[in-house]
Nanobody, 121 residues
Framework: QVQLVESGGGLVQAGGSLRLSCGAS????????VGWFRQAPGKEREAVAC???????HYTNSVKGRFTISRANYKNTVDLLMNNLKPEDTAIYYC???????????????WGQGTQVTVSA
């Protein structure tokens, strides 16, 4: 049974950093593109970052230069390092794979339950 679990969220001040981790059980993530999405209250779910099976990376414009997505295949995770966090980054962050090798991802694959990121001004 495939399970994705996000971790690493928390409360930080603007300008701070967090590292989120997407772990998987029942599947190895290495062959697949993996993405991070976020959803803030009252807003639609938004694609944030994606990493392909070949480690090409893609970011939405609002996080370019601040967020870095990477793979740690030895522990079967995909991480999202978030630097210079802004209040508008506040959201629940989810990881997903649509079982494709490349980005961008569709949203009909496996999802975790999310981790809350709150950035105070």
């Amino acid at each position: 049974q495939v399970q994705l679990v996000e971790s690493g969220g928390g409360l930080v001040q603007a300008g701070g950093s967090l590292r989120l981790s997407c772990g998987a059980s029942g599947v190895t993530l290495e062959p697949y593109a993996v993405g991070w999405f976020r959803q803030a209250p009252g807003k639609e779910r938004e694609a944030v970052a994606c990493i392909s099976s070949g480690d090409s990376t893609h970011y939405t414009n609002s996080v370019k230069g601040r967020f870095t997505i990477s793979r740690a295949n030895y522990k079967n995770t995909v991480d999202l390092l978030m630097n210079n966090l802004k209040p508008e980054d506040t959201a629940i962050y989810y990881c997903t794979t649509a079982w494709a090798m490349v980005c961008p991802l569709t949203e009909d694959g496996a999802w975790g339950q999310g981790t809350q990121v709150t950035v105070s001004a």
